[in-house]
Nanobody, 114 residues
Framework: QVRLFESGGGLVQAGGSLRLSCAAS????????MGWHRQAPGNQRELVAT???????NYVDSVKGRFTISRDDAKNTLYLQMNSLKPEDTAVYYC????????WGQGTQVTVSS
């Protein structure tokens, strides 16, 4: 069974930066696509970024140029570097891995104050 543990969330002022981490258990981390979703209060969960096993990345338009997804397969860890944060980035951020099935972490809160 795969387990995912997010960390790195917090409160930051607009324009600031945060780096989220997602540590994964299991030995198949390096062969699967992983990514980050986020969910703001009252909103549906939104796909933010994905990264393939070979490092190909995709981003939702609203974070392009500000967020960077990366992975360290040796450490079984996924990252999301978030720069130039905006109040609309406030949400709970979840990492996931698609085996299938899809496994999710517990989420980490990111709050951006104006």
């Amino acid at each position: 069974q795969v387990r995912l543990f997010e960390s790195g969330g917090g409160l930051v002022q607009a324009g600031g930066s945060l780096r989220l981490s997602c540590a994964a258990s299991g030995s198949i981390f390096s062969t699967r696509t992983m990514g980050w979703h986020r969910q703001a209060p009252g909103n549906q969960r939104e796909l933010v970024a994905t990264i393939s096993p070979i490092g190909s990345t995709n981003y939702v338009d609203s974070v392009k140029g500000r967020f960077t997804i990366s992975r360290d397969d040796a450490k079984n860890t996924l990252y999301l570097q978030m720069n130039s944060l905006k109040p609309e980035d406030t949400a709970v951020y979840y990492c996931y891995i698609n085996l299938p099935p899809t496994y999710w972490g517990q989420g980490t809160q990111v709050t951006v104050s104006s």
